[in-house]
């Protein structure tokens, strides 16, 4: 499991807010099973910005729609504890947890277009997630909020764009709304799906500011899916590394970009552009992901991995302690220490 590092301690002490254990997903399709994300565990404390990367297809987002039951009834979910603040959620009924969604877990989903509904007004949505979580419901009061939250969140005019329609929303702006709901209810924990995935590196960085503005009002936990290391560099404390549905690598952000302990993080980090290092060209991981209705044995990068010996072709490796608060799936991870 991993921690922040600059709580690691106390985070540790005071127990996880979200709890994940060996947690399983696979899709039966007409092409057979797909296993879509395989014994995935993580830990996310309050407070912490978990960031979980990989390429797509790799199992992020899977991973944290399995927390909130999000996923097609086609998913079967397997997992040993799925717990939010010491409760399992994968024991509640479908009206306890939507109790959850929305009030004390907030989602930031990746497409804001689809997320919301064309024919409510932006404002009349907003004021809907806080109505829903309301004891005594008091839409006048649900309003004047929605108000008060685009107006959190940078959207101009905030009483006359509540009225509007997501159709007459920027995507920035259509992406804002969904950060005000996701904090409508001061939640103890934000999961954000590639929040800035379509928007032009201007808008990315507003964004992303305003992620972290929300993160550090409200307190709140965040896990934050995302396939963008830079992304990460700027506002994780720790990551988790998906690869092929499994986690590969986990670690304090500073510590895993200085020192990767897994091949395809170290994939990832060479085809990132950096502004501290001159190259001629980006280095990027030959190949293809698997297909993950039928996946290679052994070690599923191996096909890509110039590490790759007769072991990884056969046997799995483990996810296993390879320092302080560093977890790696390699059989040759010292080899990169």
């Not at 397997?78 to 969604?101: C, H, N, Y």
């Not at 929303?169 to 799906?193: E, K, T, V, W, Y």
């Not at 110039?306 to 046997?315: H, I, N, S, V």
């Amino acid at each position: 499991m991993l921690a922040t590092d600059r709580s690691y301690a106390e985070s540790v002490n005071n127990g996880p807010l979200l709890r994940v254990d060996g947690l399983s997903v696979d899709f039966h399709t007409e092409d057979g099973v797909v296993h879509a994300v395989s014994d995935v565990s993580l830990n996310v404390h309050a407070g912490q910005i978990v960031a979980v990367v990989g390429e797509s297809g790799s199992g992020k987002t899977v991973t944290a729609m399995s927390v909130l039951r999000l996923l097609p009834k086609s998913a079967e979910v397997m997992a040993d504890a799925i717990a939010f603040r010491g409760t399992d959620l994968q024991a509640m009924s479908p009206a306890e947890l939507r109790k959850v969604r929305g009030g004390p877990v907030g989602m930031i989903f990746q497409d804001p277009m689809t997320a919301l509904n064309p024919v409510m007004t932006v404002g009349a949505q907003v004021a809907e997630a806080v109505l829903l979580h309301q004891r005594k419901p008091d839409k006048k009061a649900a309003w004047a909020r929605a108000v008060e939250l685009l107006r959190l969140v940078g959207v101009p005019d905030p009483a006359q764009r509540v009225k509007q329609y997501p159709h007459e929303f920027s995507g920035g702006m259509r992406q804002r709304a969904m950060i005000a709901m996701a904090i409508a209810n001061d939640p103890d924990l934000i999961i954000a799906d590639e929040p800035t995935t379509a928007l032009d590196v201007t808008i990315q960085a507003q964004v992303l500011a305003l992620l972290k503005k929300a993160q550090a009002e409200t307190g709140a936990a965040t896990i934050l899916i995302t396939h963008d290391l830079g992304v990460v560099a700027e506002l994780a404390d720790a990551v988790v590394v998906m690869y092929a549905g499994r986690v590969v690598e986990t670690g304090g952000v500073q510590e895993l970009f200085a020192n990767p302990r897994h091949p395809y993080t170290k994939g990832l980090l060479a085809s990132l552009p950096r502004m501290d290092v001159e190259v001629d060209q980006l280095d990027p991981i030959p190949g293809n992901p698997p297909n993950m209705a039928d996946p290679p044995a052994g070690c599923a990068f191996h096909p890509r991995c110039p590490l790759a010996r007769a072991r990884c072709e056969t046997e799995r490796p483990l996810l296993r302690d390879v320092g302080a608060g560093r977890r790696s799936a390699c059989h040759f991870s010292e080899e990169l220490a």
